[in-house]
């Protein structure tokens, strides 16, 4: 066969120190660690932050170092360093970068050098998101959702600088993520190999392909606001602000409008649901199939699940400010935009449950988290019914049903999935094998710890008790069960934590000590498990880059004697 | 094999735990049944939902688990069986949202006969302000707020001069009497909260927003906030007292007028009150809701 340009591998500039193969790499692999441990690091941050505010609801009094002011600041730094800098960074920074190239048969991204300043500058971002707990007032205490005018007026932790580092680390998180989503989408669009349509393209390339344009879309709005909050605290501008009486004083800021940073925000902030939800879908839809031995099923219908989503959740935010003063009749408009989108959301779930039935269901550690994902995610979308609902968000909104809903449909679901995506693809990415029990020990306690975490939560909720609550106080509706309730729930998110340990040291001890991988230990079809190396060079295909010859699903197909065809396989 | 038992054991666990759980929502005192009601139905379309989806997924985990000489079935896709699960989906989704949208039509939509009433906040306390016998708010604003005028009212505006002011005090409302609340921030996002109401609505400075309810019965019941509003956000607690029209006039008359307030001012505070209304020309100013 005739070699193409593509198949050349001398524009791949290979790197001839180790501080060019590892530090300054333009390897999408290696980019895709450095994404990935980047930003696991800062989610442990998030995780212990996490803990310390439960042991103040739980115990309260019992770190007596948290102050009013200081909780507020671990719920606003845990809730942003959650959302943005964990699961975003790690589902399209990591296994977006890890798994684009390989799953489309491309030696790299198109832009390596891009790709490489993506990950550097989100380093950037990380680094003066940390730098605001060390500044004057310490870090923001406005919540996640940095609502003005409380993010930049006195009353709230860290409105003077502590704001500051958190908008310019979120501005530069978005040029970082620009960069790399413009690479993933570009690559996906311009650098599949021969024989790869769209429409054989696996879902995890599906998930992460749309997720990176609706990034695209919506961050945009999210910087923004950003840009336009840092001028009215540094400027004297009013976007945001209207004529306040603060503190004794009457602010000389006037006429702005609060409600237009919410719209803003959740503009952006809706659509990120989805940015993490979506390459969990696509991911946890490979690991579903994979594993049961069964094509997905309704290929077609999944991936038009995927981009009908992508569409409609930029039409829903404002299911976040039904009671945030905006005119009351947009709820008509929003409550039905929001319920309709879970109807493409309801058939992904039965695709997936339709591809376990009457499969052949292998529960290794990476099936375990991607079923346990339906359970929870099933769970979690079917309480945003309730919040969609528009009246029924009335009496539940801002209580502790919100927060046991958001953690189970994009906290627990797309942690679960990345659990799950890390132990199915570490054969390939290191060439060697975790630890079984460790992993099974893993996936038990962090399953069951984080249901009996979050299930008590709604209906704590729906009591009425409100969220963001340094102390609940002698309040009457509220029983003492509460206080109960809140050491259990303590108790179980210190075991879940604790339980990490185990993840960790099997991880770290198998990269040194673990034996080596079957190159395709899952038996699995799609193309980055049919690399000539485990792990992938760089280049990742040796001489000749893959033809491909049928979708990534050919599992269990009726005639052959193997129950599974790679997707480069000819036909016979 | 012990993950479909355990997934089975969780829905049955869920279900115990919403039979025997001892939270739930507090004695409704308002009109907004239909809230609870739309819940109500809510809850039951997606736990019907929950149980059959997760018992399925137990089931066929159990069932299809990988046994030696087991084999999976071939199957791309089943046009028929999307289109009939994307139908009963959505007939769940139209049963959900009748009730919400019935209810949530009720709740924008204000009865004539609604008495007004305006709750002030800022950090970290609540105020609240009555018509008078006139039955309107005077005009207010961030601008005129001086030291003998906390809540801010336009001391020009004549519709102000009967109003009734109760400054961090309590809240009185006359039982099966609609009231629309009108919500006023002086400094940051507050949100009027009591959990009996089920209503519930934020409040944002520079703007009046506004909710409605009929309490429905006799009692105290606690105010809360329900947005961040900075350190004091837990302790911005107020008490709102829901008595007999007879006991709810008492209380009124023993309450001070901005008409009062004006008069009682020393001529220097009074000067300093009509000042604000000078500066205050052409800005924004909240007029009578």
Same mark, same amino acid.
């Given at each position: 066969m005739a070699t193409t340009l593509a198949d050349d591998l001398r524009p791949l500039h290979h790197p001839?120190?180790?501080?060019?193969?590892?530090?300054?790499?333009?390897?999408?692999?290696?980019?895709?660690?450095?994404?990935?441990?980047?930003?696991?690091?800062?989610?442990?941050?998030?995780?212990?932050?996490?803990?310390?505010?439960?042991? !103040?609801?739980?115990f309260p009094g019992s770190v007596p170092w948290? !102050?009013?002011?200081?909780?507020?600041?671990?719920?606003?730094?845990?809730?942003?360093?959650?959302?943005?800098?964990?699961l975003t960074a790690l589902l399209l920074g990591g296994f977006g970068n890890y798994l684009i190239p390989l799953m489309v048969g491309a030696r790299d991204m198109v832009f390596p050098y891009v790709n490489m300043l993506s990950y550097w500058v989100y380093l950037l971002s990380v680094i003066v998101l940390v730098a605001g707990f060390f500044v004057p007032g310490g870090a923001t205490g406005a919540g996640w959702t940095l609502y003005p005018p409380q993010a930049i007026t006195e009353g709230t932790p860290g409105y003077s600088w502590g704001i500051v580092s958190m908008l310019v680390s979120l501005a530069i998180f978005i040029i970082a993520f620009t960069m790399g989503g413009l690479n993933y989408v570009t690559t996906v669009l311009q650098a599949r190999c021969k024989g790869m349509t769209l429409m054989r393209m696996p879902l995890s390339v599906w998930g992460i392909f749309t997720a990176s344009i609706m990034g695209l879309l919506a961050f945009p709005a999210l910087f923004v606001a950003a840009i336009m909050m840092l001028l009215d605290h540094l400027a004297g501008t009013s976007f945001f602000m209207p004529t306040l009486f603060s503190f004794g004083q009457t602010t000389d800021t006037v006429g702005g409008n609060p409600i237009l940073f919410q719209h803003l925000f959740w503009f952006f902030g809706h659509p990120e649901v989805y940015i993490v939800a979506l390459p969990a879908f696509g991911i946890v839809s490979d690991l579903i199939s994979v594993h049961a031995r069964r094509n997905i099923f309704g290929y077609r219908m999944m991936v038009w699940a995927i981009v009908i989503i992508g569409g409609l959740s930029f039409l829903v935010w404002a299911h976040h400010m039904y009671v945030s003063g905006m005119n009351p009749y947009f709820g008509f408009f929003f409550a039905i935009s929001t319920l309709v989108i879970a109807i493409p959301t309801a058939i992904k779930v039965y695709n997936w449950l339709l591809t376990l039935w009457r499969g052949d269901i292998h529960l290794r550690v990476p099936m375990l988290f991607a079923i346990a994902f339906i359970f929870t995610f099933i769970h979690g979308g079917l309480t945003g019914l309730f919040?969609?609902?528009?009246?029924?968000?009335?009496?539940?909104?801002?209580?502790?049903?919100v927060v046991g809903h958001f953690h189970m449909v994009m906290g627990v679901s797309p942690v679960l999935v990345?659990?799950?995506?890390?132990?199915?693809?570490?054969?390939?990415?290191?060439?060697?094998?975790?630890?079984?029990?460790?992993? !099974?020990?893993?996936?038990?306690?962090?399953?069951?710890?984080?249901?009996?975490?979050?299930?008590?939560?709604?209906?704590?909720?729906?009591?009425?008790?409100?969220?963001?609550?340094?102390?609940?106080?002698?309040?009457?509706?509220?029983?003492?069960?509460?206080?109960?309730?809140?050491?259990?729930?303590?108790?179980?998110?210190?075991?879940?934590?604790?339980?990490?340990?185990?993840?960790?040291?099997?991880?770290?001890?198998?990269?040194?000590?673990?034996?080596?991988?079957?190159?395709n230990p899952w038996g699995a079809a799609s193309l980055e498990w049919q690399t000539p190396d485990t792990p992938p060079v760089h280049g990742n295909w040796g001489p000749k880059l893959p033809t491909v010859y049928r979708w990534a699903y050919d599992y269990s197909v009726p005639r052959p004697e193997r129950d599974f065809i790679p997707q480069n396989e000819p036909p016979a | 094999m012990p993950l479909a038992i355990v997934i089975a054991a969780l829905v049955v666990g869920s279900v115990l735990?919403?039979?025997?759980?001892?939270?739930?929502?507090?004695?409704?005192?308002?009109?907004?049944?239909?809230?609870?009601?739309?819940?109500?139905?809510?809850?039951?379309?997606?736990?019907?939902?929950?149980?059959?989806?997760?018992?399925?997924?137990?089931?066929?985990?159990?069932?299809?688990?990988?046994?030696?000489?087991?084999?999976?079935?071939?199957?791309?896709?089943?046009?028929?069986?999307?289109?009939?699960?994307?139908?009963?989906?959505?007939?769940?989704?139209?049963?959900?949202?009748?009730?919400?949208?019935?209810?949530?039509?009720?709740?924008?939509?204000?009865?004539?006969?609604?008495?007004?009433?305006?709750?002030?906040?800022?950090?970290?306390?609540?105020?609240?302000?009555?018509?008078?016998?006139?039955?309107?708010?005077?005009?207010?604003?961030?601008?005129?707020?001086?030291?003998?005028?906390?809540?801010g009212l336009d001391p020009t505006d004549p519709f102000g001069r009967d109003d009734i002011l109760v400054e961090a005090g309590d809240m009185h409302l006359p039982v099966d009497q609609p009231v629309k609340m009108v919500l006023r921030s002086k400094d940051v996002l507050h949100d009027f909260y009591v959990p009996e109401f089920r209503a519930k609505m934020d409040l944002v400075p520079g703007i009046v927003t506004y909710f409605w309810m009929t309490p429905t019965v006799a009692g105290d019941f606690e105010i809360l906030c329900a947005e961040l509003c900075g350190v004091g956000h837990h302790e911005m607690r107020g008490k709102v007292v829901v008595e007999d029209?007879?006991?709810?006039?008492?209380?009124?008359?023993?309450?001070?007028?901005?008409?009062?307030?004006?008069?009682?001012?020393?001529?220097?505070?009074?000067?300093?009150?009509?000042?604000?209304?000078d500066v205050c020309i052409g800005t924004s100013n909240w007029s009578n809701p």
């Open positions: 001839k120190t180790w501080i060019g193969k590892y530090v300054w790499s333009q390897d999408h692999k290696v980019i895709a660690v450095q994404y990935g441990v980047t930003a696991v690091g800062i989610g442990l941050v998030a995780l212990v932050l996490s803990v310390l505010m439960r042991l !103040q609801l739980g948290i !102050q009013p002011e200081n909780y507020l600041q671990l719920v606003s730094m845990h809730g942003m360093i959650m959302v943005v800098y964990l919040l969609g609902n528009v009246s029924v968000d009335v009496p539940l909104s801002d209580t502790y049903f990345i659990f799950g995506a890390i132990y199915h693809w570490y054969p390939k990415m290191t060439g060697r094998m975790w630890n079984k029990t460790l992993g !099974q020990m893993h996936f038990w306690f962090t399953f069951l710890g984080t249901y009996a975490i979050y299930m008590p939560m709604h209906y704590i909720g729906i009591l009425g008790v409100p969220r963001r609550y340094f102390a609940l106080g002698e309040t009457a509706f509220i029983p003492d069960s509460v206080a109960i309730a809140n050491a259990g729930i303590t108790i179980a998110a210190i075991v879940v934590f604790l339980a990490q340990g185990l993840f960790f040291i099997n991880m770290i001890w198998s990269l040194f000590r673990g034996p080596k991988a079957d190159p | 735990f919403h039979l025997v759980s001892p939270w739930w929502q507090t004695p409704i005192a308002s009109n907004w049944a239909s809230i609870d009601s739309a819940l109500d139905v809510t809850l039951w379309i997606c736990g019907l939902a929950f149980v059959v989806l997760n018992l399925f997924l137990a089931n066929a985990v159990w069932r299809y688990r990988h046994r030696p000489g087991h084999k999976a079935h071939y199957e791309p896709e089943n046009a028929a069986l999307e289109k009939r699960l994307t139908f009963w989906t959505g007939i769940g989704i139209i049963g959900m949202l009748a009730p919400g949208l019935a209810a949530w039509d009720k709740y924008v939509t204000v009865p004539e006969d609604a008495a007004l009433v305006e709750a002030v906040g800022q950090q970290w306390q609540w105020s609240f302000r009555y018509p008078g016998p006139d039955g309107v708010l005077g005009a207010a604003g961030v601008m005129h707020i001086t030291p003998e005028n906390t809540l029209r007879a006991a709810f006039d008492a209380w009124q008359a023993e309450q001070i007028t901005f008409g009062e307030v004006l008069a009682q001012a020393s001529p220097a505070s009074r000067y300093a009150m009509f000042a604000t209304a």
